[in-house]
């Protein structure tokens, strides 16, 4: 009887220690993947998204760059949160906590050279912040909402794919003019570097 007992603890010890040995490799082998693709492949909502929707950005934030796409009529404007602004002011590294806004408008040929603004159609947001290490993008992550705030998506290798060509300006195409619009206390102008099929 005695033995039965100690037989069937001993089972019983067994089984557990096969269920958690393979329950930490089920976690250890599926963590690394979720850090390569970012923080989700699926479809979230607004408030599964880290990236959060900056709904006073045009208050809040400045206005550091206007891009014209003059082949595909389309103007974005740049903007920054303000203590991440002031911080450059002393230093040129991009700060943790930096949001960067861009809105994306389709246009129409103007009197002069530049493209004039007719409707918001897209926000791009990029969001920097220590620790988060995503593959491939730095500290960044990123989303793309409507105008009126809602997600359209929090896929980040679909962003990834662009902004590792400049991954030697901290993955920000337009951190010259940036750095410029910190110098100067103005907003910089540029045509995109790019062709057609990067502007929406
Ligand atoms: C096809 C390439 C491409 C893809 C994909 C792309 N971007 Fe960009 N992004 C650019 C370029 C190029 C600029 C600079 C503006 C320009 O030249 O039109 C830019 C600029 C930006 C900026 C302003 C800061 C900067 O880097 O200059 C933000 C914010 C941004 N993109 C967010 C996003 C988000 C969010 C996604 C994914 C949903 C995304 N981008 C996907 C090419 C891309």
């Given at each position: 009887m005695k033995l039965?007992?100690?037989?069937?603890?001993?089972?019983?010890?067994?089984?557990?220690?096969?269920?958690?040995?393979?329950?930490?490799?089920?976690?250890?082998?599926?963590?690394?993947?979720?850090a390569d693709v970012g923080f989700s492949q699926t479809p979230a909502?607004?408030?599964?998204?880290?990236?959060?929707?900056?709904?006073?950005?045009?208050?809040?934030?400045?206005?550091?760059?206007?891009?014209?796409?003059?082949?595909s009529g389309v103007v974005r404007q740049m903007y920054?949160?303000?203590?991440?602004?002031?911080?450059?002011?002393?230093?040129?590294?991009?700060?943790?906590?930096?949001?960067?806004?861009?809105?994306?408008?389709?246009?129409?040929r103007g009197d002069g050279d530049r493209l004039v603004p007719t409707q918001l159609n897209n926000l791009f947001v990029r969001e920097k912040r220590q620790g988060w290490n995503i593959s491939n993008s730095g500290e960044w992550q990123s989303a793309w909402y409507s105008p009126s705030?809602?997600?359209v998506s929090d896929?980040?290798?679909?962003?990834?794919?662009?902004?590792?060509?400049?991954?030697?300006?901290?993955?920000?195409?337009?951190?010259p003019a940036l750095q410029m619009a910190v110098r100067t206390g103005q907003p910089q102008y540029q045509e995109t570097e790019f062709g057609t099929s990067v502007c929406r």
């Open positions: 039965t007992t100690w037989i069937s603890g001993l089972l019983l010890f067994v089984v557990s220690i096969g269920i958690a040995i393979a329950f930490s490799h089920f976690t250890a082998s599926y963590s690394p993947l979720a909502s607004a408030a599964a998204s880290p990236v959060q929707f900056p709904s006073n950005y045009r208050q809040q934030f400045r206005h550091y760059a206007t891009v014209d796409c003059p082949n920054i949160d303000r203590p991440s602004l002031e911080s450059l002011k002393a230093s040129e590294a991009v700060p943790s906590g930096t949001v960067i806004v861009m809105e994306t408008h389709s246009a129409r705030g809602s997600l896929h980040q290798n679909s962003c990834i794919g662009c902004h590792i060509q400049v991954r030697d300006r901290d993955y920000l195409f337009t951190l």
